[in-house]
T-cell receptor, first 111, second 115 residues
């Protein structure tokens, strides 16, 4: 099955810095989702996007649905230690029963 | 508390043995899913079920089997036919069958190591 490409694969940043990551697909999606997975746990949904160009925020997190519908972006402002984890994008289309997940971006915060 | 439980957290098995991973939910969700996670890869769908007594293969079903005899339970059996079974296994459930709008809630996962 298809997997979405996420970049960067990993990030090492200092507390307080802003973070940007993206997710690209070879095919169009009409729904993009962003999940966060903490060590040893299952992913938790952060943001859902349903319209090309849509910009949605959840606290310090902001995600965008790319205009081409083949990509999505996640930004985290003023990072804090609890932001550590793996961030996954996922895409799907209306009527599809399955999600396609990205390869993940691992975020590490340097003290 | 409402949620999804997976047991055990860590599981060790010898090569050639079948092993069953448990997934239980008390959220009254109709749909349940099993995913496999490997380092550096995203989640890959093994099997999913939209209703009791019915299930469908996902993208990597070979070497796995499932059952859905009760709404709240969706056990996954990793058979000896699965060539590379060592992985982190995640169970999820959702109230409906449209992943774009019906949020999938994940359990804490089971890490299976085959020796």
């Amino acid at each position: 099955g298809q997997q979405l490409n996420q970049s960067p694969q990993s990030m090492f940043i200092q507390e307080g810095e802003d973070v940007s990551m993206n997710c690209t697909s070879s095919s169009i999606f009409n729904t993009w989702l962003w999940y966060k997975q903490e060590p040893g746990e299952g992913p938790v949904l952060l943001i859902a996007l349903y319209k090309a160009g849509e910009l949605t925020s959840n606290g310090r997190l902001t995600a965008q649905f790319g205009i081409t519908r083949k990509d999505s972006f996640l930004n985290i402002s003023a990072s804090i230690p609890s932001d550590v984890g793996i961030y996954f994008c996922a895409g799907t289309n209306f009527g599809n029963e399955k999600l396609t997940f990205g390869t993940g971006t691992r975020l590490t915060i340097i003290p | 508390d409402g949620g999804i439980t997976q047991s055990p957290k860590y599981l060790f098995r010898k090569e050639g043995q079948n092993v069953t991973l448990s997934c239980e939910q008390n959220l009254n969700h109709d749909a349940m899913y099993w995913y496999r996670q490997d380092p550096g890869q995203g989640l890959r769908l093994i099997y999913y079920s939209q209703i009791v007594n019915d299930f469908q293969k996902g993208d990597i079903a070979e070497g796995y089997s499932v059952s859905r005899e009760k709404k709240e339970s969706f056990p996954l059996t990793v058979t000896s036919a699965q060539k590379n079974p060592t992985a982190f296994y995640l169970c999820a459930s959702s109230s409906g069958t449209r992943p774009g709008t019906d949020t999938q809630y994940f359990g804490p996962g089971t890490r299976l190591t085959v020796l």
